[in-house]
């Protein structure tokens, strides 16, 4: 049997259900709301959605603070809504995955709550503890604006507990037998449900062991396998999508064999492209995809310019971190641990020309592309909302006070002045040709037309003009190039002979006649087919 392998031509979109669209008028996003908007993610030309946490829980970290595996949080709706939602959602030809949040619980879980209240509790050993807290000094602490150790005392118990991420967010004990049965049974929950996978939150920091960094240790990734093993068995065709944030090198490991993860998100490209935009030169790009090992035939790598969380720099080095920083975080209020807070129109200067030629990098670079809501629309951030959440404000449907997203005042206010609802909308955007919207729905129509987007190899073209990103993307079966002016300068392109000719230019439609030397206007792209 061939495995499908629609994960590689497929385009995610990513949202969050609390900012999508209020179907009750409480002010807050729900499932039944985003199923009235399945529409506009078809028209706009999305293969895969991608919900971010929808299950109860106190909301501390935004639902990545599971207080029940099993259900859905109120604010969203049923078990039945969902059900409902993943039905139409297939009807439509469309996939939706959720999210799987395997390293922590919230500590107002019920096992946290009966682990800490009795040494003798079946659920202790769902977590990890300590009488010292002195283990595991070597292991890096991620929210580091946020908390200065891994380790919380606990009085109640009487230990200390261990966490990756908030003090809120006990990690959970993968050593323990019962922890890894019960996790596989969430898995299976929702996989029973008709999801069509999972992105797997933070598999990166499953186990912890003396004397390492406890991350990417062989016992986490034979874990991932395990359970890689269950869905292939039990729930053949559903995808795994790692959220490593690692060099090349140790995301490779996600993939194994082709027999752990399907899809992992490439961090270190993401901050790259930013770069390669802040410098007008292409070589930021040419050296990560050099240094990003060759991946199995039945995997994919998932790319993406913004996402929920800061724009993380944790994959770059402390000078091209620096460069960043003062490109594209001027306010110091920008900066979250090592990130930038923002949104992708604003990153760019809210600059058209700008944001469509990161699309198109994104689009035309091998990968599937993560589309983050809102960006569509050039939709920017409020930075009066503490920590991420100045990136998750309501999707913006219309030109009100409440964006067209409910009837009652948002859960969030969303930002004002040039990023205001009154100027960045769906519903100015959808039927106007020259908007934001439109390309990326005739973009993303383009691109399912060829399968060298998904499939292709990549090429460099050996231009002497380092402003210009030229690669040629391909199949047995076609050829592509892709020509990208990184910078807001005109720039000419001596081309090899290769790459002349009559070339069919996929964006308009038209023939366009390619000799030696080419001139892009300032953020100028092309996506070309030559004539033999
Ligand atoms: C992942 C999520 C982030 C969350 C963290 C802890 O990094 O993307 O939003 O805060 O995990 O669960």
């Known amino acids: 049997m061939t495995l499908p392998l629609w994960y590689q031509d497929a385009v995610f979109y990513e949202l969050n259900v609390r ?52 259900n859905i949080h109120p604010d969203y709706g049923t078990l039945d809504d969902f059900k409902a939602l993943v039905q139409a959602v297939h009807t439509r030809g469309m996939r939706i995955i959720t999210d799987l949040v395997l390293n922590h619980t919230s500590d107002r879980h019920p096992w946290f709550q009966a682990a800490r209240a009795d040494k003798n509790s079946h659920y202790r050993q769902y977590y990890v503890w300590s009488d010292s807290g002195a283990e595991y000094a070597q292991a890096r602490i991620i929210f580091s604006d946020l908390e200065t150790s891994n380790w ?24 323990h ?26 598999p990166t920091y499953l186990f912890e062991r003396e004397g390492t960094s406890c991350e990417s240790l062989p016992e986490t990734h034979a874990y991932l396998k395990r359970m890689r093993r269950v869905m292939d068995a039990e729930f053949p ?40 935009l802040a410098k007008e030169e292409a070589a930021p790009l040419r050296d990560i995809l050099a240094e990003t090992p060759p991946i199995p035939a039945n995997c994919q790598w998932a790319t993406f310019l913004r996402n929920h969380d800061e724009l993380t720099l944790e994959m770059v080095t402390d000078e091209e971190r620096r460069l960043l920083w003062q490109q594209y975080a001027p306010d110091p209020r920008m900066i979250l641990n090592l990130g930038i807070r923002r949104r992708l129109a604003p990153l760019l200067d809210n600059n058209q020309r700008k944001i469509k030629l990161a699309h198109s990098l994104l689009f035309t670079l091998p990968g599937a592309p993560v589309l983050y809501y809102g960006d569509e629309i050039g939709m920017g951030e409020n930075l009066n909302l503490p920590d991420r959440n100045g990136v998750r404000t309501p999707m913006q449907w219309d030109a009100t006070e409440t964006a067209g997203f409910s009837a009652a ?12 609802p009154a100027r960045v909308n769906v519903a100015a955007q959808i039927n106007q ?25 990549l090429r460099w073209l050996n231009t002497p003009n380092p402003a210009v990103a030229a690669f040629w993307r391909q199949t047995p079966a076609e050829k592509l190039l892709l020509l990208h002016n990184l910078s807001g300068q005109s720039q000419t392109l001596d081309l090899p002979a290769t790459a002349r000719g009559a070339a069919h230019d996929l ?26």
């Open 433 to 457: 040709p020259d908007s934001l919207f439109s390309f990326i729905q005739h973009a993303l129509a383009i691109r399912k037309k060829h399968r060298a987007f998904g499939r292709g190899n």
């Open 409 to 420: 005042a948002p859960y969030a206010p969303c930002p004002a002045g040039d990023y205001a």
């Open 177 to 202: 037998p019962a922890v890894q049965e019960e996790m596989l049974n969430v898995a299976r929950f929702w996989l029973n449900l008709g999801v069509d996978g999972f992105r797997v939150d933070a």
């Open 19 to 70: 900012a999508f669209y209020d179907g009750n008028g409480d002010g807050m996003g729900d499932l039944p709301g985003l199923l009235t908007k399945l529409d506009y993610l078809q028209t706009l030309g999305v293969d895969c959605l991608w919900l971010l946490p929808i299950y109860p829980s106190p909301l501390k970290d935004d639902g990545y603070d599971i207080a029940d595996y099993y």
């Open 237 to 276: 065709g559903r995808i795994f999508l790692a959220e490593t944030n690692q060099p090349p090198r140790e995301l490779r490991q996600y993939f194994a064999e082709g027999d752990e993860f399907h899809l992992a998100f490439h961090f270190p490209l993401m901050p790259r492209l930013f770069l390669a």
């Open 507 to 532: 964006l308009t439609g038209h023939w366009l006649p390619i000799s030696a030397a080419l001139t892009l206007a300032p953020y100028q792209f092309l996506w070309l087919t030559l004539e033999d």
């Open 152 to 175: 919380k005392w606990d009085e109640q118990a009487g230990q200390y507990y261990w966490h990756r991420f908030y003090a809120h967010q006990p990690d959970l004990n993968y050593d």
